[in-house]
């Protein structure tokens, strides 16, 4: 049977850290945790759930059924237009295998999802309509099995509102980018003529934060657009201070060095799931940029030559688990890689896993964010930790969110905070004996 430990339980600091020489953070993409651990025994999922609001239409009227599931604007044939308003069993209609369409996961909406906490906007405001109430069960998946045998914490949430741009730059650097004077159309809504509804939201704030998906200076990029890509940034991020101590660390990404050559192998590589290259410090041609952004089959290599004391691993699109463009079990495969390499290989035993996912693409989750800041925390979203310190066969419920990565990182190295958030952080040390 599972323990568990107190919601918001004081965790206890005397935590012994210094024998973890390594720090291994997996990021994953865009699912909320009710929609792959809500029937995780133990913890608080959907059991939990049976109370929570409905989803409601744009009048505040519960839905009869749930929206029609839509991709590309079209109904999704693969799922039955009457779903009840509730939360469902995805696999009932397609295998985990198979990928589903994309959900609307941006940065005002997402507040608007959330709705002062009810959580009853996400399908009205989704172009997937329903979608956003599908779960997995996924048990005997290698997550799930990692989740079992360490431990998973349930009341971890994304640290900032919206998608994969902003939480990747909180994820290194605990603050929103600049972007001042930024062109006229990334500052205004956009809405569907017909119905009124926002399909999409400002990628800037008219104070000059970039909160949307925005293309780096530096390339790799997408150089359709070039004076829409994001000025190039300077403030400190988790890179610089783990260098300004003398502590190794590495970004590793799935297709790296062929998007650097501008080799399109048909992976989906996604460049601003790459947060360090909008930074001055990782400039092309720097020797930081050499030193510390990585290849995937460099990780596997440096398990055999010397592997970092911090590290970051981000698949490439089609093995993140995003939805539309990667399924399920193709991330699980990845996932499974990667962590069974590090358990063969000499650094397991001192080493730490964190799995986790950037934001919560646009899936519903029954659990309110904790009241925050201007910028987050946002949806609960999963997050594990493998390692042969951490608690065994054990559900965390303390709060977290994505900061508290950066805590642990800090608090084990000992180096000062980014920001607020990060220096009062748990720092995840709920998770370890």
């Known amino acids: 049977m599972l323990a568990t430990g107190a919601l918001l339980s004081t965790v206890a600091s005397s935590a012994d ?5 390594h720090i291994l953070v997996i990021y994953l993409e865009n699912r909320s945790f009710d929609n792959v651990f809500g029937l995780f025994p133990g913890a608080d ?15 505040g009227r519960p ?11 079209k109904n999704d044939e693969r799922f039955p237009a009457d779903l009840a308003n509730a939360p469902f069993d995805i696999g009932r209609y397609i295998n985990p295998n198979q990928r589903h369409p994309d959900l609307t996961h941006r940065f005002f909406i997402h507040q608007m999802q959330i ?41 971890f949430f994304q640290a900032a509102y919206g998608g994969s741009f902003l939480n990747h730059q909180w994820l290194i650097c605990a603050c929103t980018p600049r972007f001042n004077n930024a062109p006229d159309d990334m500052l205004h809504w956009q809405a569907d003529p017909a119905t009124g509804k926002p399909v999409g939201d400002p990628s800037v704030t008219l104070d000059g934060y970039a909160v949307g998906t925005i ?11 070039p004076e829409r890509r994001l000025p190039i940034q300077t403030a400190p991020t988790i890179g610089d201070r783990l260098s300004d101590k003398g502590v190794s660390w590495a970004w590793y990404a799935g297709g790296w060095d062929d998007a650097v050559a501008g080799r399109d192998l048909g992976d989906n590589f996604q460049y601003h799931h790459q947060p360090f290259i909008y930074y001055a410090n990782y400039a092309p041609n720097s020797a930081a940029r050499a030193e510390h952004l990585r290849d995937k089959q460099r990780l596997f290599a440096d398990l055999k030559t010397g592997f970092p004391q911090v590290a970051f691993y981000k698949p490439v699109g089609r093995s993140n688990q995003h939805p539309g463009y990667s399924s399920i079990l193709e991330a699980d495969r990845d996932v499974r890689d990667v962590v069974e390499a590090i358990r063969a290989s000499p650094i397991w035993s001192s080493t730490a896993i964190v799995i986790t996912y950037d934001e919560y693409g646009g899936l519903w989750d029954h659990v309110a964010p904790p009241e925050g800041d201007r910028w987050g925390p946002g949806t609960r979203i ?32 000992g180096l000062p905070p980014l920001g607020e958030r990060d220096a009062n952080s748990e720092g995840l040390l709920g998770a370890f004996e």
């Open 215 to 225: 293309q780096p200076f530096f390339p790799p990029h997408d150089d359709k657009h």
């Open 45 to 59: 999922g959907l059991s939990n759930a049976q109370s929570a609001p409905p989803q409601i239409d744009e009048f």
């Open 63 to 73: 839905y009869g059924t749930l929206p029609p599931i839509r991709s590309d604007g």
């Open 17 to 21: 850290l210094s024998r973890i020489e």
């Open 115 to 155: 709705n002062a906490g009810r959580n009853d906007r996400f399908a009205q405001l989704s172009s997937a309509g329903g979608l956003t109430q599908g779960y997995y069960n996924l048990a005997g998946t290698a997550l799930w099995q990692y989740a079992k045998e360490f431990t998973l914490a349930d009341h």
């Open 382 to 413: 999963p997050a594990v930790v493998v390692s042969p310190f951490a608690k065994k066969h054990y559900i965390d419920h303390t709060r977290y969110d994505t900061t508290a990565i950066l805590k642990l990182i800090e608090t084990r190295f």
